[in-house]
C-alpha cells in the first residue's frame, strides 16, 4: 500500500467556528439539509463512528467515514475510493481571517491499495470533491445566517 499526501488551502467567508460545528461537530444535523441523507452506521455519532453519507446526483452516491478526533476523520467506503483506494484521511484545520471568514487547511492522505499508482487528475479529482462538499455546506450557512451563528 502506498500513501500519497497533499495540502490544499482554501478561504471562506464564513467564520471558522461556525464552519467548523457545520462540517464536523453537527455534520449529522446538518448535512441531511444540504445533501439527501446521512446515517450512522455505527456508534454514537462521535468519535469512532462511521457515518454513511448519500449524495445527490452527480457528486457521488455515497461514502462512509470514521471521525477518529474533531478534525481528523477517514472515508472508508464508497465511489471516492473507487478500486484504486484502501482509505483516504483528512486533517482539517479551520483559522480565522481579518475579514472575519476563514482560512481553511486540509491534509489529505490516499492510502492506495497494492501498487496502484494515482495520476494527477485523479488525486485532483479527489481533492475538488473534497473542496465541493465544503462549498456546498458554506452555500447553505449563506443561505440561512443564523445556523451556528
Known amino acids: ?3 500519497i499526501t497533499y495540502t490544499d488551502e482554501y478561504t471562506s467567508s464564513i467564520p471558522p467556528s461556525r464552519l467548523f460545528k457545520a462540517v464536523v461537530i453537527d455534520a449529522p444535523n446538518l448535512i441531511p439539509k444540504a445533501f439527501p441523507s446521512i446515517e450512522i452506521i455505527q456508534g454514537d455519532g462521535g468519535v469512532g463512528s ?3 453519507i448519500n449524495f445527490a446526483e452527480g457528486l457521488m452516491s455515497l461514502m462512509k467515514r470514521i471521525i477518529h478526533t474533531s478534525t481528523l476523520y477517514t472515508y472508508i467506503e464508497g465511489d471516492a475510493l473507487a478500486d484504486k483506494l484502501e482509505s ?3 486533517e482539517v484545520q ?3 481571517t481579518p475579514e472575519g471568514g476563514s ?3 486540509m491534509t489529505s492522505k490516499y492510502y492506495t491499495k497494492a501498487d496502484v ?3 494527477e487528475e485523479e488525486i485532483k ?3 475538488d470533491n473534497a473542496v465541493e462538499i465544503y462549498k456546498i455546506v458554506e452555500a ?3 443561505q440561512n445566517p443564523d445556523v451556528y451563528a
Do not use: C, H, T, W
Request: aromatic share 12%; proline share 4%; hydrophobic share 40%.
Open 88 to 90: 483516504i484521511a483528512y
Open 140 to 142: 447553505y450557512l449563506l
Open 117 to 119: 499508482v494515482l495520476s
Open 125 to 127: 479529482d479527489g481533492k
Open 103 to 105: 482560512k481553511n487547511k
Open 50 to 52: 462511521i457515518r454513511q
Open 94 to 96: 479551520f483559522e480565522p
Open 1 to 3: 500500500m502506498g500513501v
